[in-house]
């Protein structure tokens, strides 16, 4: 079992800057790919960034390339996402997710654990 903690959501105006972290239980976090997932109301969820078990490999969606970037520290068993020149509609909660299988997959279904969520409100 894994669990998820997020942090670091909150409100930001456009522009702006905001680091979410995501705290991993267990002793096995290094063997799980992890990824970011967004949820705006009304809206499905969606993929955000994934990273391999090492950091070796990255993936983005391409509405965040250039200006999210996803890093992990297996050490400290977390996974963080630097937000840069935030637009509102990244307005969602986030949501950080454990796989197995090891790969930066952007598929929600090939994730097995998953986070509570923290809000991001991106003001213009």
């Known amino acids: 079992q894994v669990q998820l903690v997020e942090s670091g959501g909150g409100l930001v105006q456009a522009g702006g800057s905001l680091r979410l972290s995501c705290a991993a239980s267990?002793?096995?976090?290094?063997?799980?790919?992890m990824g970011w997932f967004r949820q705006a109301p009304g809206k499905e969820r969606e993929f955000v960034a994934a990273i391999s078990r090492s950091g070796s490999s990255t993936n983005y969606a391409d509405s965040v390339k250039g200006r999210f970037t996803i890093s992990r520290d297996n050490a400290k068993n977390t996974v963080y996402l630097q937000m840069n020149s935030l637009k509102v509609e990244d307005t969602a909660v986030y949501y950080c997710?454990?796989?197995?299988?090891?790969?930066?997959?952007?598929?929600?279904?090939?994730?097995?654990?998953w986070g509570q969520g923290t809000q991001v409100t991106v003001s213009s």
């Open positions: 267990g002793h096995t976090f290094g063997a799980y790919a």
């Open positions: 997710a454990a796989n197995r299988w090891g790969t930066a997959t952007d598929v929600a279904n090939n994730y097995n654990y």
